[in-house]
């Protein structure tokens, strides 16, 4: 009989009033160890509004400089996903996607619990399907994002924010860890307002507990649940580390391992694996996909550029062109007109973007305010010419509230023997050119042809 949500949610929840500073919600979380927190707004007849503060709104606000006296009702925070009390463990499983990390169990509009992915693996008990599967052949997808330890503190956090990871690990000469800085680390730095300047190596805990390539993944769950940890650091046979795996990596393994079970049933509960097989599906899309703009993500995207640069390595008279495309004086926008407008111009460039693109051009929103148009068989002046279109359309189109919004394009083409992150580097210089000469321009890299 598999448990109700209510029966393993955590009971002992951490909240606070939505008319409270950001102050005094860090300070909340500081002190209970905690890296999210439920904010409540109680409205009429006694109804009541649940939303969460997460360690990745607090970076953002770090990176941004928000005044921690600002209201908590005035921050665009994430709403809670309400689940019912007597869902269990398969029902949340089909109820929920990628997207909700935390999770609110309210009845007669009280909040009862709050329930996490890491609740659901400490419930599943998976051993009997994973015994033979190494995390050597999961680790290739999730690699870790690592710097030294004489990096600042704040280029450090950029560097966890950029990637979109919740840790850094920092490593020696010799790609050995020595340390690890977490979200958690994050929130105590904000709480005593240390001096982010000074190298992360100032900041980071030691030993770093590792786990070797060839361990199954079900010795992965019995060293999270030993270990309390959530995450774990992988490292080779030589204690390089070569990636890190998340409780939320590990709960979609036993998610895909879970469903093949359950097609082997059959019969027997065919209605349930029709439903599982669906929602896979819906999954899928959905991980691959930006929330706001419906275009793809920073991580699909990179699997598709992948593949094209393979496909130019092995095949000859290739070209592949690169956009990145920076929405100019966004900030302004957010600031003068709000959050919920800023989202509507992000949502209409990426229109734009998509109906002035190829049926063969991969369009995505790479973060913030910038997206990135991936350009094959095509050579860098006849992808000025597709970013000079680009920019002209954006310039002309009458946008609500705002009306007039430009961009600022970076063009460059893929050299051969190249790998992606210098092919990034290049066109992001072009886009800082474009940036420094007046924006609402388009500016190429400086061609240098490798052979």
Not at 72 to 96: F, G, M, Q, T, Y
Not at 398 to 418: A, L, M, R, W, Y
Not at 427 to 449: P, W
Request: with cysteine; hydrophobic share 35%.
């Amino acid at each position: 009989m598999l448990p109700t949500i209510e029966e393993i949610a955590v009971k002992t929840i951490v909240s606070i009033d939505i008319d409270s500073p950001l102050k005094d919600a860090i300070t909340t979380m500081a002190s209970s160890n905690h890296r999210n927190i439920v904010v409540i707004e109680k409205l009429e007849n006694n109804h009541k509004n649940f939303y969460l503060l997460t360690i990745n709104d607090l970076i953002e606000y770090k990176l941004t400089n928000i005044d921690e006296s600002i209201s908590l009702k005035n921050l665009n925070l994430s709403k809670a996903r309400i689940l019912r009390k007597d869902l269990n463990i398969l029902n949340v499983l089909n109820e929920v996607d990628s997207t909700d990390k935390h999770m609110v169990i309210v009845e007669n509009d009280e909040l009862i619990g709050i329930l996490s992915y890491t609740d659901i693996i400490n419930n599943i008990d998976p051993k009997i399907l994973m015994k033979k599967q190494t995390i050597a052949t999961l680790i290739l997808q999730y690699k870790a994002t690592t710097t030294f330890e004489n990096t600042s503190t704040n280029h450090a956090i950029r560097l966890m924010k950029d990637n979109n990871s919740d840790s850094i690990i920092i490593i020696d000469e010799e790609n050995q860890p020595i340390g690890i800085f977490t979200t958690k680390d994050f929130i105590n730095l904000i709480y005593l307002n240390s001096d982010l300047s000074k190298p992360i190596g100032s900041y980071m805990t030691t030993p770093v507990y590792t786990l070797n390539e060839d361990s199954t993944v079900s010795e992965a769950i019995d060293f999270i649940r030993d270990k309390h940890f959530k995450r774990i650091v992988i490292t080779n046979d030589e204690n390089e580390v070569v990636g890190i795996l998340t409780q939320k990596e590990l709960l979609r393994i036993i998610y895909n391992k879970w469903i093949d079970f359950i097609k082997e049933e059959g019969n027997r509960i065919s209605k349930i694996n029709e439903e599982l097989l669906t929602k896979t599906t819906k999954l899928e899309k959905k991980a691959s996909m930006d929330f706001l703009t419906k275009l793809y993500n920073r991580e699909k995207f990179n699997s598709f550029l992948d593949y094209e640069i393979n496909k130019i390595k092995r095949y000859k008279e290739q070209y592949l062109s690169l956009l990145i495309v920076d929405i100019d004086y966004f900030k302004h926008v957010n600031d003068t007109h709000g959050h919920l407008v800023g989202d509507s111009v992000l949502q209409e460039i990426g229109k734009i973007l998509s109906v002035c693109s190829r049926d063969s051009d991969i369009v995505a929103r790479w973060g913030g305010e910038e997206f990135v148009v991936m350009l094959p068989q095509t050579n860098i002046d006849q992808a000025v010419l597709v970013a000079e279109k680009l920019r002209a359309t954006v310039e002309k189109h009458k946008f609500d509230t705002v009306k007039h919004v430009t961009c600022s394009i970076g063009v460059s083409q893929f050299h051969k023997n190249e790998d992606k992150e210098t092919l990034f580097k290049r066109t992001d210089k072009a886009l800082y050119k474009a940036k420094n000469n007046g924006r609402n321009r388009v500016e190429m890299e400086n061609m240098t042809i490798q052979n």
